[in-house]
């Protein structure tokens, strides 16, 4: 694979059954670099449904009459369309300012509830020019989120609209404190739950909570205690579930919890140990099949799907070497889009092959799979090599988080790296997902770039041992976010690396700490000290204070509109490189956030690519 063949892949997800479980919706979202946007067009099972380009959240109407979904038109905020299924045109019903970020019908197909986003009462009647003119007068945080922009001028608030049109949109949560997502109806259509975050110093304290909102007067009530949840759902006799954790603290597992009728909480899926949520999945959602929730699973490279029944019998639906990025179950039928190590993604049904999205011959490669022990740990690890038997250089790539993973899944960066001659070598260190609490939160405190530094290095020891193909005067380390953290940190204490690529990194928690917009709660979070009296060990556990060690060519490479780690990092860890005399590149993508590399506009990943190889094999090749 090259980075020419983005715009070869075909990428399935979000499918959702019909009312009857006869026909499957989905998305399929492919790269085009001629327009540098991604064509996303709904399919209803083996075809095209709409004609894009910008179609997603296919929601079927409870009489399977009607599709709603989100369209955006000429790059602008997605709005909430309808369509007849049995054919005919579409037809937006929303104009809201920056438009809507979800939707779900009403049991009785009525009402469609949104959550919408609108400027808030002090800027909702200026002109874009006066709103870029404006002083930004900020009284709290956050006031800005990665990927979403500015926060503190506009507010997300659940809104009902009628499907007909003939009636305008009514707000059900109005007011400038608080956002709300993740809506959710009960079977009666008389409440909607939510999450949403209610404290008085919200992004200074980890958590949020669930509240209801009764849809006739609108008199909200508070469901749970602070947690970490992430999706709501109700069972059809009325029994409200949540996936998340009722400890705040990030990093948690996110189980399937049930609330009770004393407002307590039960763990249905705790005794897995293995969270239902993945930040290298699909989305967080709690499916239903008569009374039996269908969640996710993050398992060991793989993120499968469970059916769990009422009474807490858990059974594994889709499991094995793949990653499941949607899922939706009815009348005993179970669809799925998932993709693996040598595929982008196709459409499941019961576990059979529906599409062909992706036949073209990119001479995608399989990894080598095996575990290393690290401290009587078990570390999963993945080497591609390119064919031949020649000595190639080693390519260390480390994934973001800490709390993610790599796996089973189809990576982009992987095949092309391959593709280009490099022997890539992948793994989840402690303090990734997919193996239980103790495994992502042994990086908290006095673990934090110890215990992953000490896996990562058995891993590529491993490596060499098992692939003699992989050549140890020729090594290169990269990633981006966390993955930027440990790639800084690994050349900041050691001289092995003859490359590496230092990527939207965490490099300084001080400067972070006030920068980003997780700032307020991440740093305590995973490094166990709070604010005043961290500075000195936020500064000891930061790559900027190993800077000076550098001796490894690195190239830099940031977003200016990063907002989870904000560009300043990448400035401030460049200018110290340079201090060094070490041989230092920046490159900055204007307009892109955080996700630029999974993302971002389709130009600029094909640029970044470009530039991450001409990089490595200036120093490896």
């Known amino acids: 694979m090259t980075p020419d063949d983005l715009t070869r892949l075909h990428l399935p997800s979000d499918p959702r059954l019909s009312p009857d479980g006869s026909r499957v919706a989905f998305v399929v979202s492919t790269p085009n670099t ?3 946007r991604y064509d996303r067009v ?44 049995g054919g005919g045109e579409a037809r937006t019903l929303t104009d809201f300012d920056k438009g809507v970020e979800a939707l779900e019908w009403s049991p009785d197909g009525s009402q469609i509830a949104v959550v919408a986003v609108t400027y808030t009462d002090d800027w909702k009647d200026l002109e874009d020019d006066e709103r870029e003119r404006r002083p930004r007068r900020i009284t709290s945080v956050p006031y800005r989120f990665d990927n979403k922009g500015w926060t503190h001028d506009r507010k997300r608030h659940i809104w009902l609209v009628d499907p007909a049109g003939e009636s305008e949109p009514r707000c059900l949560t109005p007011g400038d404190d608080h956002d709300e997502e993740f809506p959710a109806w009960s079977a009666d259509g008389k409440t909607i739950s939510y999450v949403t975050d209610t404290d008085q110093q919200p992004g200074l304290i980890s958590g949020n909570e669930v509240w209801s909102v009764d849809v006739a007067s609108g008199d909200r009530t508070r469901v749970t205690k602070r947690g970490f949840f992430s999706a709501v759902g109700y069972r059809a006799d009325g029994v409200l579930h949540v996936l998340g954790n009722a400890n705040p603290r990030y990093p948690v597992n996110f189980y399937l919890q049930r609330l009770d009728e004393d407002g307590s909480l039960s763990n249905l899926t705790g005794s897995l140990d293995r969270g239902s949520v993945s930040l290298s999945a699909g989305p967080a959602v709690i499916r239903w099949d008569g009374p039996d929730a269908i969640v996710g699973l993050e398992d060991a490279g793989t993120f499968g799907v469970i059916r769990v029944t009422p009474d807490g019998v858990i059974k594994r639906e889709v499991e094995g070497e793949m990653v499941v990025t949607g899922f939706d179950a009815r009348e005993g039928r179970l669809v799925y889009t998932a993709g693996t190590a040598t595929s982008p993604g196709e459409l499941y049904s019961d576990g059979e092959k529906v599409t062909d999205l992706n036949t073209d011959d990119l001479g995608l490669v399989s990894p080598h799979h095996f575990i290393v022990e690290s401290d009587a740990h078990e570390i999963d690890v993945w080497v591609y090599l390119p064919d031949g038997e020649d000595k190639v250089p080693l390519l260390l790539n480390i994934h973001g988080g800490p709390a993610s993973q790599y796996g089973f899944g189809f990576f982009d960066e992987f095949q092309v790296y391959v593709g280009a001659g490099y022997g890539v070598v992948a793994c989840n260190p402690r303090g990734s997902a997919g193996k239980g609490e103790d495994f992502v939160t042994a990086v908290v405190g006095e673990g934090w770039g110890e215990v992953d530094h000490a896996d990562v290095t058995k891993v590529v020891d491993a490596a060499l041992e098992r692939h003699p193909r992989l050549d140890p005067e020729r090594m290169g380390v990269m990633g981006g976010s966390y993955g930027g953290f440990l790639t800084a940190w690994l050349i900041g204490r050691e001289d092995r690396w003859r490359s590496a690529v230092v990527e939207r990194a965490l490099i300084a928690w001080n400067s972070f700490s006030g920068t980003s917009d997780i700032g307020g709660v991440f740093p305590e979070n995973y490094t166990g000290a709070s604010y005043p009296e961290a500075w000195d060990t936020w500064w000891r556990l930061s790559p900027l204070a190993l800077a000076q060690n550098v001796k490894t060519p690195t190239l830099v490479l940031h977003a200016e509109n990063d907002f989870r780690c904000p560009i300043e990092q990448a400035e401030q860890y460049f200018m110290a490189l340079l201090r060094n005399g070490t041989e230092a590149e920046l490159v900055r993508y204007p307009g892109e956030g955080h996700e630029m590399s999974r993302s971002g506009k389709p130009k600029h990943r094909l640029e970044r690519f470009h530039d991450v190889l001409r990089w490595h094999e200036r120093h490896l090749d």
């Open 34 to 36: 001629a327009e540098d």
């Open 42 to 85: 709904i399919w209803i099972d083996d075809a095209p449904f709409t004609a894009g380009p910008g179609d997603t959240s296919p929601r079927w109407s409870p009489d399977g009459a009607t599709l709603a979904f989100m369209r955006s038109i000429d790059g602008k905020p997605a709005q909430l369309a309808v369509i007849p299924t």
